[in-house]
């Protein structure tokens, strides 16, 4: 089972984290929990010990679930971490964020009812709270740590000042970034500045929603709001993913497997977020650990899926 120290945390976590936002219906539509509950101990089985939720998420539902999933697994075989920022959306979707210190502390005992456990390995501000001052955020953050319910604490969709400010104000420990090919704008400044303060990186994002897994042809009418998936533009980059074929094909890889695999070749990445409904689906996420690819490769998908087109 391949594990990796998770920066300073000293956390030893495997590369794919499995990522559960596919059980908020309002983006992902209609799931069926048992399938999530069976997709959760499959990864165990195969070697993933790193699970990704927010409270958020569903309103509570992701992290409701996954606590039911891993309750029989033993607590120190699995990294849990889950985020905290919104307050659960009413249906006119009017969201409230509050990462001050009352509202952290509220929001951190409603996590560990609905996850079933004592603490949380590593809670993340889901994003900055413009309306609380950092050092507020992180006093809080060290509250809860100091009682023994948190072991880490980190940052998710900061920008980089964002983080610096962050940095100064107390020990943030965890970046969680967007990543992907298609989406690499981390490279440029949050990943270098993670690397260099020793957080742990874990990339959210990697396959583009499920447009680099190479399972579209762009013919597909789907209900989607993203306009990358209507139109030629869909076409397009759909096509541009099935040229990875011969390179997954090398290397013994499915293209899921190849793209995961080269975003863990990036040395300032730790981990990857994969959004997983099905045991199908973490069984291929997983085959991705543990394969190195060749810098000809990797250039090589660069190449193919070139830059994003402008938003159509």
Not at 30 to 59: C, L, P, Q, W
Request: charged content about 30%.
């Amino acid at each position: 089972m391949e594990r990796v120290v998770f920066g300073k945390t000293g956390l030893e976590v495997s590369p794919i984290c499995y990522g559960s936002w596919q059980l908020d219906e309002r983006f992902w539509g209609e799931s069926d929990k048992s399938e999530h509950i069976a997709a959760m101990r499959r990864a165990v089985e195969v070697g993933v010990n790193f699970f990704d939720t927010a409270d958020v998420y569903g309103n509570g539902r992701s992290e409701e679930v996954m606590g039911e999933a891993l309750e029989p697994i033993p607590r120190d075989k699995v990294i849990i971490t889950t985020k905290v920022y919104h307050n659960f959306m009413p249906p006119d979707r009017l969201d409230v964020p509050d990462l001050s210190y009352d509202g952290i502390l509220e929001h951190c005992d409603a996590s560990l009812r609905r996850l079933r456990t004592d603490y949380i390995d590593v809670y993340l501000c889901h994003k900055y709270d413009r309306f609380t001052d950092i050092e507020e955020t992180t006093r809080a953050m060290e509250e809860l740590k100091k009682r023994g319910k948190i072991r880490h604490y980190g940052m998710s969709n900061f920008t980089a000042e964002e983080m610096r400010l962050a940095l100064d104000a107390g020990d943030y420990e965890v970046a969680q970034p967007r990543f992907s090919f298609w989406r690499p704008q981390s490279e440029d400044d949050i990943l270098p500045l993670a690397r260099r303060a020793g957080l742990g990186v874990m990339a959210f994002s990697p396959l583009f929603k499920g447009l680099l897994t190479g399972k579209y042809t762009g013919d597909e009418k789907l209900d989607k709001r993203n306009p990358y998936f209507r139109g030629e533009v869909f076409k397009e980059l759909a096509g541009r993913v099935s040229k990875l074929a011969p390179i997954a094909e090398a290397n013994d890889l499915t293209i899921t497997q190849l793209v995961l695999a080269c975003v863990l070749e990036n040395p300032m990445i730790h981990a990857t977020i994969v959004g997983i409904r099905r045991p199908s689906y973490i069984e291929e996420a997983a085959g991705a650990m543990g394969r190195d690819i060749l810098r000809e490769d990797y250039y090589k998908l660069r190449r193919i899926l070139g830059k994003l087109p402008e938003r159509p």
